[in-house]
């Protein structure tokens, strides 16, 4: 089964201070990477993909990937408290069939501590 | 900004009846994506639609369920014979294409209740 691992947390950051994110990933094939943010009743929302191994910033947000160790990671930095949030890690994972479909990470819940 | 959009919002059902939920993707989009979330749980993938048919399809996405694009702008996943364990999140999503980012856009769900 081809999955996409991530600590579910909570994982509780100061406000003001760089809360990191990571997911693995199993099929060595994967070429997109995604996070999404994802309120409580909410639909995700994309705030980054990434493609290439390296950083990738936007804004507050850095993006690293590292396809050797199957490794994506999130950094959002000067954390506000409306970053409270859950981040979803979403690999497109190639099918048997030669299919991409995009499939995420169980999620991490983030709280940021005014 | 282009959207998703997704009806109904909210649809309570009884156990065994069919419902059909409803989603108008971005308009220069052309993969067409079902997934689901119950609740506390994390969002599974569906079925994707290319080309008005299925690309690729979950072990979830068993004879109960189908989709269909009847018109040019609809995508709508059918739900027949609904099972208390079909109470969820369902997103509809689109996507630009093979050939470029793979981004999928969301839309706000629609959350069937059965009863």
């Known amino acids: 089964q081809k999955e996409v691992e991530q600590n579910s947390g909570p994982l509780s950051v100061p406000e003001g201070a760089i809360a990191s994110l990571n997911c693995t990933y199993s099929?060595?094939?994967?070429?997109?990477f995604f996070w999404y943010r994802q309120y409580s009743g909410k639909s995700p929302e994309l705030i980054m993909s990434?493609?290439?191994?390296g950083d990738k910033e936007d804004g507050r947000f850095t993006a690293q990937l590292n396809k050797a160790s199957q490794y994506v990671s999130l950094l959002i930095r000067d954390s506000q408290p409306s970053d409270s949030a859950t981040y979803l890690c979403?690999?497109?994972?190639?099918?048997?069939?030669?299919?991409?479909?995009?499939?995420f990470g169980t999620g991490t819940r983030l709280t940021i501590i005014p | 900004e282009p959207e998703v959009t997704q009806t109904p919002s909210h649809q309570v059902t009884q156990m065994g009846q069919e419902v059909i939920l409803r989603c108008v993707p971005i308009?220069?989009?052309?993969?067409f994506y079902w997934y689901r979330q119950i609740l506390g749980q994390k969002v599974e993938f569906l079925v994707s639609?290319?080309?008005?048919?299925?690309?690729?399809k979950s072990e979830i996405f068993d004879d109960q369920f189908s989709v269909e694009r009847p018109d040019g702008s609809n995508f709508t996943l059918k739900i027949r014979s609904t099972k208390l364990e079909d109470s969820a999140m369902y997103f509809c999503?689109?996507?630009?294409?093979?050939?470029?980012?793979?981004?999928?856009?969301f839309g706000e769900g629609s959350r069937l209740t059965v009863l």
């Open positions: 999503a689109s996507s630009g294409g093979r050939g470029n980012t793979g981004e999928l856009f």
């Open positions: 099929d060595r094939g994967s070429q997109s």
């Open positions: 990434i493609y290439s191994n």
């Open positions: 979403a690999v497109n994972i190639i099918s048997n069939f030669g299919n991409e479909k995009l499939t």
């Open positions: 308009s220069n989009h052309l993969y």
């Open positions: 639609f290319y080309n008005n048919e299925i690309s690729e």
